[in-house]
């Protein structure tokens, strides 16, 4: 709403988009501030708790900053991808963008279930219910799966009339298209992969697969972007990196799944955990 109002109402034009950015973004920062200082449940921010914690500080960072580093390097992957993209024409240029902009609604859907799978795995590993861990992941695998099928169909089936929106060229239409079919043709393997990675991050276990990841979609990427791509300057050779990327770092996340076990794991350090317990109440009661 905010970009309509900067724009149309304002007449402002990238410099209003921007700015309606930073103002619905600091908006919604304050409001749910104000919202979590006045809440009377639970989960409430209280003016002692606001004091700085070394543990929970280095805590954050070693989960934060890998998934940081990783959007960094895609953010310069992508540079490369776009650069090639631009090479090829203004009529490719404005497909990709059109194609993009489509894309991303898809994608947004699809990934809000790694988030949920992060943070219910997370709340559960936090409680001692690794249990619930192996289902989170395969539920948020299989809703994901259909939400994100669901919505493939619809956009594929209505793509060269929501690409018409962007332009009535038939040429930007059909290569947007193109794009459409071969990104979401991968969307598969990105699904597992970021499924498979928030699982991981629900444990506390970040660094590695942000590692996996940036080696898998940036290493093959840029690899591809050198090597194949300047022997057939093409679109669709592009676009082919896309699935040949998601599907490598979908079978590098697995292997890293299985390599770490997390629910198996800490399952065996609880329950030793608990056995050290059990023998301490038992030799304290002894020596009463």
Not at 116 to 134: D, I, R, S
Not at 173 to 189: D, K, P, Q
Request: aromatic share 12%; charged share 15%; with cysteine.
């Amino acid at each position: 709403m905010l970009n309509l109002f900067f724009v149309i109402v304002l007449k402002m034009t990238v410099n209003g988009v921007a700015t309606a950015t930073v103002v619905s973004n600091f908006l919604s920062a304050l409001l749910l501030f104000v919202k979590l200082v006045k809440s009377k449940q639970n989960i409430c921010i209280r003016k002692e708790e606001f004091r700085f914690d070394r543990k929970v500080f280095l805590r954050i960072m070693q989960i934060g900053l890998p998934s940081g580093i990783q959007s960094a390097v895609f953010g310069a992957a992508n540079i490369v991808i776009q650069s090639a993209i631009n090479s090829l024409g203004t009529i490719v240029m404005a497909a990709s963008s059109a194609a993009f902009n489509i894309e991303v609604c898809v994608y947004d859907i699809m990934n809000s279930f790694s988030q949920a799978c992060t943070t219910f795995v997370g709340q559960n590993y936090g409680a001692g219910n690794l249990k619930h861990c192996k289902k989170i992941l395969l539920l948020c695998i299989l809703e994901d799966a259909v939400a994100t099928a669901s919505m493939i169909i619809i956009v594929l089936f209505f793509g060269k009339n929501l690409l018409r929106i962007f332009s009535t060229d038939s040429q930007v239409i059909n290569t947007g298209y193109i794009r459409l079919l071969m990104i979401f043709a991968a969307y598969t393997f990105s699904m597992l992969y970021e499924n498979m990675s928030g699982y991981l991050r629900g444990f506390g276990i970040s660094f590695m697969p942000a590692l996996f990841t940036v080696i898998g979609i940036c290493g093959v990427r840029l690899l591809w972007m050198a090597t194949v791509f300047p022997k057939s300057k093409t679109f669709k050779k592009i676009m082919m990196a896309y699935p040949l990327s998601l599907s490598f770092t979908a079978v590098l996340i697995f292997i890293l799944l299985i390599m770490f076990r997390p629910s198996n794991r800490f399952a065996k350090t609880m329950n030793n955990k608990k056995k050290e317990k059990i023998v301490i109440q038992k030799r304290e009661k002894g020596d009463e």
